[in-house]
């Protein structure tokens, strides 16, 4: 089990870091507000327009997520942490374009080779995890298959078992048809539930946050229910889990309802 974790470690180029940016720093602000501004909104920090870490004006596609941005700002107490505000991370990651939407792309389609339900415990070294997998993530994988009209390949061997180019190839198309906003997004949550499979059916498949989390963390959980966990570091993890991947699920949904209410109101106009 602690193989097939390295394995997949190793193989990535993503890492769960949401963005680089400057070191935390005072906080300077007392008042927040949310104004319209062109195509979305803009956060004021005391009636200063907030700018993103590579000093571009953060024009917030919805008002909702703006509200999420300036939720984040307001939180922050004496410092400004950067990794407690990951829906602002995101938005500035939207807005910078630090890499290539094609490059995100391919990095994500990285986890199909060592996606985490992807590679199941051998029932002959644990039958009690082995079912409890094939009983959470097959319908994941089951759906995914469907969805994609593909075949995934599952192994209990901790060598690389690469997918079918076709698989590839139909990912990619779907992934490349994403508004810009979602790109980050989806990114992050590949990177941190470790699983582009998970992502997929939280984003696409009507998976909630918690049942991604859940499925992401079930190896973890597992050995954590057998020799109990090291104090508060799981519940770090988890919290830190979650706040990304809500925030990943968050952007994705805004954008889509953005793009929805824009087609009805063309076909009714």
């Known amino acids: 089990m602690l193989a097939r974790s390295l394995l997949r470690l190793r193989s990535t180029s993503l890492t769960r870091s949401l963005a ?18 062109g195509d979305g909104f803009q956060v004021q920090l005391d009636h200063y327009n907030l700018v993103t870490s590579f000093k571009n004006k953060l024009i917030i596609p919805t008002e909702r997520l703006a509200n999420a941005v300036a939720l984040e700002w307001d939180s922050q107490k004496e410092n400004i ?21 094609k490059e995100q792309v391919e990095h994500m389609l990285e986890f199909l080779t060592t996606d985490t339900v992807c590679y199941r415990a051998p029932p002959e070294e644990s039958e ?8 959470r993530w097959d319908p ?16 209990t061997d901790i060598t690389l078992t690469p997918q079918s180019q076709q698989t590839i190839d139909r990912v990619r198309k779907h ?3 994403l508004h810009p906003w979602e790109v980050p997004a989806y990114q992050h949550a590949t990177a941190s539930l470790q699983s582009l499979v998970i992502t997929t059916a939280l984003m696409d498949g009507g998976l909630d946050t918690e049942e991604a989390i859940a499925a992401s963390m079930l190896e973890t959980d597992y050995q954590i229910d057998r020799w109990g966990e090291v104090e508060w ?13 809500a925030a ?9 309802n953005m793009e929805q209410d824009k087609k009805a109101a063309f076909n009714t106009a």
């Open 248 to 256: 990943a699920s968050l952007v994705v949904r805004e954008i889509r």
């Open 233 to 245: 570091q799981h519940t770090i993890d988890r919290a830190r889990l979650s706040a990304d991947v």
């Open 20 to 37: 680089t940016f400057k070191q935390d720093r005072k906080r300077f602000y007392k008042d927040l507000s949310v104004a319209p501004a």
């Open 128 to 135: 009690q995890l082995y079912a409890l997998e094939k009983s």
């Open 175 to 177: 992934l490349a048809s």
């Open 81 to 101: 942490i950067f990794e407690t505000m990951p829906v602002t991370t995101l938005c500035f990651k939207a807005t910078d374009r630090p890499i290539p939407d």
């Open 140 to 155: 994941i994988t089951d759906w995914f298959s469907t969805n994609f009209h593909v075949h995934l390949a599952l192994t």
